[in-house]
Structure formats: structure tokens, C-alpha cells
């Protein structure tokens, strides 16, 4: 029963990533693409992180997981939020600041 568990999972993140990623492919502006790239961050790849977790457990190789995947969602929001101010900054939608 894990093992279906498992697969429907990782299927289901794999699935969503593919289409994000044929969905950021399509955008035309660099803020779309934010947009369907954060979708990875935030449901793709938790659902394959608690799919490997189902196989695998809580061993060492499930530990790895969660920090992976833990990594994955506090870097992935930031690395997004800098990406889209440099943008705006870029395409003069805001002022750039000079550091302090």
C-alpha cells in the first residue's frame, strides 16, 4: 500500500512540475515566470519529498529528504522575491536603492 501511496505522489509532483515548467516556457514576461516557477517550490517538490519519504522512511536517506526539501522552501521564495525586484529595478517598475 506504501509503495502505491509512493508512486501517486511522486507521479503527482513530477506532473506538476512538467507542466509549471511547459507553463514558465510559454510566459513572455519574466514575472509570469516567477509566478508558475514558484509552484515547483511551494507543491512539487513536497509531494516528491513525502513520496521518497513513503518509500524510504526516516532513516538517514529520509533525513536527507526533509533537508532538501526544507532547503527548497525557505531558499525558493527569497531567491524568487531578489529575482523579481532586480527585474523590476532592471525594467524601471521601481526605483533601485543604493545599499547602506
Do not use: C, W
Not at 74 to 81: C, E, F, H, S, Y
Amino acid at each position: 500500500m506504501s509503495e502505491v501511496v509512493s508512486d501517486i505522489l511522486v507521479g503527482l509532483g513530477t506532473v506538476i512540475a512538467v507542466l509549471a515548467s511547459l507553463a514558465a516556457l510559454r510566459a513572455r514576461s519574466v514575472f509570469r515566470r516567477l509566478h508558475y516557477l514558484t509552484v515547483l517550490t511551494s507543491v512539487a517538490v513536497p509531494l516528491v519529498g513525502v513520496g521518497v519519504i513513503v518509500t524510504v522512511g526516516l532513516g538517514l536517506t529520509g533525513a536527507g529528504v526533509v533537508a532538501i526539501v526544507v532547503l527548497v522552501g525557505i531558499t525558493g521564495p527569497v531567491l524568487g522575491a531578489a529575482t523579481g525586484r532586480l527585474n523590476a529595478q532592471k525594467a524601471g517598475v521601481i526605483e533601485a536603492e543604493s545599499p547602506r
